[in-house]
């Protein structure tokens, strides 16, 4: 073996290790959605225990990136990422208050990403929402968003950019539900 070879292959090796897990970044609260839901003049309200849809054959905690694993940094679960991601955004929006009588809950329902394009990258996620006011469901739907991004053959660059862009999903989706007027007057005092 020539010494070109054996270095290609330690490179090689190297990367494929890399790519063997991955940790999500942290989950940044939208400046964009903390303003709409400051603008809204919404009551106070606390974020219950999410979880997965237990009838589903999928696995929502389970992400991979060109088959090295993905993991949430959240207790290594992506129900917890979600539920982290709404509590972020209504606690930087002035809103959340443990002793609210107003609660939202969720079910995470569908939890993708591909970064195996050789030119696009894809995420998808589905949700569904639930607040309740005094054990009175308020609010009741399924909110769902895709997001794509410029992707590479190349697995050095996909795999990271695959990593960096699934926080935008789950960005997107939360735009949407406080977005949603019917989930906005289920918050209202």
Known sequence: MSRATRVTAVVFLVLCLAACSLT???Y??????????????LGKVKVAKFTSDSASKS???RLTIRGGSYESPYD?????YLEEAVRQ????ARLLDVGANTEVHGVLLRNELDGSGISIGTADIEARFLVKRNDTVRYDKVQSAHHEWESSFIGAKAIPSAAQNYPTVVQKLLTKL???TDFLAALKP
Do not use: C, I, Q, W
């Not at 609260?29 to 003049?41: K, Q």
């Open 24 to 26: 999500a970044p942290r």
């Open 28 to 41: 940044n609260a939208s400046m964009e959605n903390v303003g709409h839901l400051r603008d809204a003049e």
């Open 59 to 61: 696995n929502v905690n």
């Open 76 to 80: 290594k679960s992506f129900v917890t």
């Open 89 to 92: 955004e209504l606690d930087d």
């Open 178 to 180: 406080f977005g949603d």
